[in-house]
Nanobody, 122 residues
Framework: QVQLVESGGGLVQTGGSLRLSCAAS????????MGWFRQAPGKEREFVAA????????YYADSVKGRFTISRDNAKNTVYLQMNSLKPEDTAVYYC???????????????WGQGTQVTVSS
C-alpha cells in the first residue's frame, strides 16, 4: 500500500514556474515507477511524465517536453515535477501516481494522490 500526497500547486502567470512535490508513504517507494497526470475541466485525465523506479528513465508527453522535468529522491520518498515556461493550457489538477511497472497509461498505475491545482493566468 502506498499513500501519495501532492503539494506545490498554485496560481502563476504565463511563463512562470512551479515545482510540484509528491510525498509517498511506505517503505517500498523505491520499487515503484512514478508518474504525473493532469486533468483540466471538461477534459479527460492525461499523462504528463513518468520516471522509472531508479530514476534512470523518464518519459514525457509531447505537450510538456522541454518544459517539464520529472525527478525523484528515493531517500525522501518524494517525486517532483519541475514546470517551467508555463502556459494557460497547463491549467489543470495534477495527480501523482505509483505503478508496479513503468508506463504512460492510467491503467499502469495502482495508487493515486488527491491532486493539486495548477492555474496559469494569461
Amino acid at each position: 500500500q502506498v499513500q501519495l500526497v501532492e503539494s506545490g500547486g498554485g496560481l502563476v502567470q504565463t511563463g512562470g514556474s512551479l515545482r510540484l512535490s509528491c510525498a509517498a508513504s511506505g517503505r517500498t517507494f523505491s520499487s515503484y515507477a512514478m508518474g504525473w497526470f493532469r486533468q483540466a475541466p471538461g477534459k479527460e485525465r492525461e499523462f504528463v511524465a513518468a520516471i522509472s523506479w531508479s530514476g534512470g528513465s523518464t518519459y514525457y508527453a509531447d505537450s510538456v517536453k522541454g518544459r517539464f522535468t520529472i525527478s525523484r529522491d528515493n531517500a525522501k520518498n518524494t517525486v517532483y515535477l519541475q514546470m517551467n515556461s508555463l502556459k494557460p493550457e497547463d491549467t489543470a489538477v495534477y495527480y501523482c501516481a505509483a505503478a508496479g511497472r513503468y508506463g504512460v497509461g492510467d491503467t499502469d498505475y495502482d495508487y493515486w494522490g488527491q491532486g493539486t491545482q495548477v492555474t496559469v493566468s494569461s
